[in-house]
Nanobody, 118 residues
Framework: QVHLVESGGGLVQAGGSLRLSCAASGRTFTTSAMGWFRQAPGKEREFVGDIRWRGDTTYYADSVKGRFTISRDNVKNTVYLQMNSLKPEDTAVYYC???????????WGQGTQVTVSS
């Protein structure tokens, strides 16, 4: 079991920045990747990006590429989502998730609200 806790959400003006954190605990050695997802009101949850648990390979959705950066601190077992040049359409609840060896995201945090005002 992997336990995830997100933090860092809040209200920011368009063009501003926020950094989300996701602290992982438990059987993190079984994790192959850590991902960020988001869900806006009335929409389905969508993939934002992820990072391999070992190594630095990252992947991003086209909608955030060049604006968002995912990084990882293995000592703290924490993954970060740095969000720059935020847009109102980035408003959503952001979730971090941990993938098992098969790549399936089975463990989820409780989510943190990000609101971008125009």
């Amino acid at each position: 079991q992997v336990h995830l806790v997100e933090s860092g959400g809040g209200l920011v003006q368009a063009g501003g920045s926020l950094r989300l954190s996701c602290a992982a605990s438990g059987r993190t050695f079984t994790t192959s990747a850590m991902g960020w997802f988001r869900q806006a009101p009335g929409k389905e949850r969508e993939f934002v990006g992820d990072i391999r648990w070992r190594g630095d390979t990252t992947y991003y959705a086209d909608s955030v590429k060049g604006r968002f950066t995912i990084s990882r601190d293995n000592v703290k077992n924490t993954v970060y989502l740095q969000m720059n040049s935020l847009k109102p359409e980035d408003t959503a609840v952001y979730y971090c998730a941990a993938a098992r060896a098969d790549g399936k995201y089975d463990y989820w945090g409780q989510g943190t609200q990000v609101t971008v005002s125009s």
